[in-house]
């Protein structure tokens, strides 16, 4: 079942800009991880945070977790046109299943 | 580089066939995992093993089989495709632990 719901569905921002999404979920988890596809393709593992650490960096990736609101956050700073893609958040109850949200669509404008 | 290979990119089959979809992973990954993906729905969970010769259904096993006789090949089966089974196949592994999946690049399956 889709556990996670990524927000917005679709984002353009332009080459140099920030771009944010947002991940809601339903029931607890014991990681939330992000993953990047680019059109077409498999899916690659940008980063995972567990559940008791609130906020991980990885190069220009910046990801929160608010298990309280059940809520996670994806921060791409100074996008580049590479960027373009589309990101899934994926949640972990603490069985290796992971389920995926709809993803959501970003475009980074040159 | 560790990868995750689907024997095809794109396949075409006709309703009524056996499909056989092949996953193999080079990291000595337990767990495997086969995905399928549609437009507004995400990935939606198949079958799942986590170990050699173990199977476990996903969310949507309804016409589909699999098998892992070794630890790093899983197949996915559609015992008589469908038009409704033609879809974005993605088949991923893991460790056990708290690590992110490996994906393959994806079988595009038409059913016509």
């Known amino acids: 079942s889709q556990q996670g719901e990524e927000d917005p569905q679709a984002l353009s921002i332009q080459e140099g800009e920030n771009a944010t999404m947002n991940c809601s979920y339903k029931?607890?988890?014991?990681?939330l991880q992000w993953y990047r596809q680019n059109s077409g393709r498999g899916l690659v593992h940008l980063i995972l945070i567990r559940s008791n650490e609130r906020e991980k960096h990885s190069g220009r990736l910046r990801v929160t977790l608010d298990t309280s609101k059940k809520s996670s956050s994806l921060l791409i700073t100074a996008s580049r046109a590479a960027d373009t893609a589309s990101y899934f958040c994926a949640t972990d109850p603490n069985d290796y299943k992971l389920s995926f949200g709809a993803g959501t669509t970003v475009t980074v404008r040159a | 580089d560790v990868k995750v290979t689907q024997s095809s990119r794109y396949l075409v089959k006709r309703t009524g066939e056996k499909v056989f979809l092949e996953c193999v992973q080079d990291m000595d990954h337990e767990n495997m995992f086969w995905y399928r993906q549609d437009p507004g729905l995400g990935l939606r969970l198949i079958y799942f093993s986590y170990d050699v010769k173990m199977k476990e259904k996903g969310d949507i096993p309804e016409g589909y089989s699999v098998s892992r006789e070794k630890k790093e090949r899983f197949s996915l089966i559609l015992e008589s495709a469908s038009t409704n089974q033609t879809s974005m196949y993605l088949c991923a592994s893991s460790s056990q632990g708290d690590y992110g999946y490996t994906f393959g690049s994806g079988t595009r399956l038409t059913v016509v």
């Open positions: 029931t607890s988890i014991n990681n």
